[in-house]
């Protein structure tokens, strides 16, 4: 399973970016979707994750700021993030957990790096 996440980038405080990953390769069928970020010196967290079904959960921290979505045909998870503020700062890691005909799996993209100055 390869994930290649794109949309990260430098904005300022109280700006938007909106991050996506593709999942491609033997991927089978995918039945969780998710962001996690971790900041320098800080443990990676759930920012948030989506089911198949859409359902969604988000981190308290998230406050209604990020909308997370995905587009099952394009095998896509976005994550839209508004009114950013410098503690968004982190690199922001793509994952997907799905089952094939051989395995159950849990990939992680490369990481996307998002920066918000003050």
């Known amino acids: 399973v390869q994930l290649v996440e794109s949309g990260g980038g430098l904005v300022q405080s109280g700006g938007s970016l909106r991050l996506s990953c593709r999942a491609s390769?033997?991927?089978?069928?995918?039945?969780?979707m998710g962001w996690s970020r971790q900041a320098p010196g800080k443990q990676r967290e759930l920012v948030a994750a989506?089911?198949?079904?859409?359902?969604?959960n988000y981190a308290d921290f998230v406050e209604g700021r990020f909308t997370i979505s995905r587009d099952n045909a394009k095998n896509t998870v976005y994550l839209q993030m508004n009114g950013l503020n410098p503690e968004d700062t982190a690199v922001y890691y793509c994952?997907?957990?799905?089952?094939?005909?051989?395995?159950?799996?849990?990939?992680w993209g490369q990481g996307t790096q998002v920066t918000v100055s003050s």
């Open positions: 994952n997907v957990k799905g089952v094939t005909w051989s395995r159950n799996y849990d990939a």
């Open positions: 989506i089911t198949a079904g859409h359902s969604t």
């Open positions: 390769g033997d991927i089978g069928s995918i039945y969780a």
